[in-house]
């Protein structure tokens, strides 16, 4: 008698990945309002990254248990602090297309890095979404006046490092997940957090900042930064979740939908009206993503690509 096979529905992850792109296209605003107070771009993302990551020890101490030393843990935490230095200080000093151009060039790398480090095979579909996310993001933030997306100046550079660094991260947590499965996603959530707030930190010693916040201008901002930790240590947690079940190259092209709420928020909040142009690349995005849950549905265990997965071990033991 054959064995049943094991369909796996990755709704929950995708839909876990997506809420977490969706968070992070509408933070830019209250950054921005922590900029208007006088906090500069790395002091702002080593306080929101610091208060997102005693957030979690707070609420998840327990799963400080789960800790214990490995290789992954600065690798991540450093490629974390890379993805949002680079971020945050390109967009920042360079022209934010271009920057954001270069940093969502993500799902190309995340094909390289996830085929040397979890031996994750580029199939034709993959590649096929992959290409259609990036014509999105093209369709979105490329102009005929900006040129082609190659780094011009240190900005454009940082935001390359940064889309880089986001590529591994999302790969190093993958990875994590199979040769750490006892470790609690709460766990690596801190990681993240407190690599991000160190890289941070020892930039902003050398970035030149405006005059501090003062009186309730400082009340409001501390306010401001410790609801965004929150959030943010909470998201992160989410995003961890999903990027535990789904494969790197599908994560990638899930966590472009941010340019589509990016898109939006900047459209409802700031007033900057999305043309066809966007409206085209963020369907071609959204596509991607919907098709990818369904590219990758489920597989028979036979097929399931690599054995090394304890949770597929353990999902093929129970089947026994």
Known sequence: ??????????????????????????????????????????????????????????????????????????????AAGVTNLGFVWGAIHGEVMRVLLLFYLTPAWTALFAHCLLRERL??????????????AMLMLWSPRLGLPVPGNLAEWAGLAGGMGFAMNNVLTLKMVRE????????????????AALVSACAALFEATPAPPTGAHLATAAWLVVLLGSVLGTNNMLVQYGLARVPANRASIIMLFELVVTALSAWLLAGETPG?????????????????????????????????????????????
Not at 124 to 135: E, H
Not at 180 to 195: C, S, Y
Not at 289 to 304: E, F, I, T, Y
Request: positive net charge; glycine residues 10%.
């Open 276 to 320: 066809p142009r966007e409206w085209a690349g963020g369907a071609c995005i959204v596509l991607a993503s919907a098709l990818s849950s369904w590219v990758h549905r489920g597989k028979p265990a036979s097929q399931a690509g690599d054995d090394s997965d304890p949770e597929r071990r353990n999902r093929a033991r129970a089947m026994v």
């Open 123 to 136: 199939t034709w579909p993959g590649a096929a979404l992959a290409a259609l996310s990036l014509a999105g």
């Open 180 to 195: 750490l499965p006892g470790m609690k996603a709460e766990m690596r959530t801190v990681t993240v957090f407190g690599g």
């Open 1 to 78: 008698m054959n064995p049943r096979p094991i369909v796996q529905f990755n709704g929950a992850p995708t839909l876990a990945i997506l809420l977490g792109a969706s968070i992070w296209g509408v933070v830019w605003y209250p950054l921005r309002t922590l900029a208007a107070l006088g906090v500069s771009g790395s002091a702002a993302s080593a306080l929101t990254s610091a208060a997102g990551c005693l957030f979690v020890l707070l609420v998840r101490h327990r799963s400080l248990a789960t800790l214990r030393w490995h290789w992954l843990l600065p690798a991540l935490a450093l």
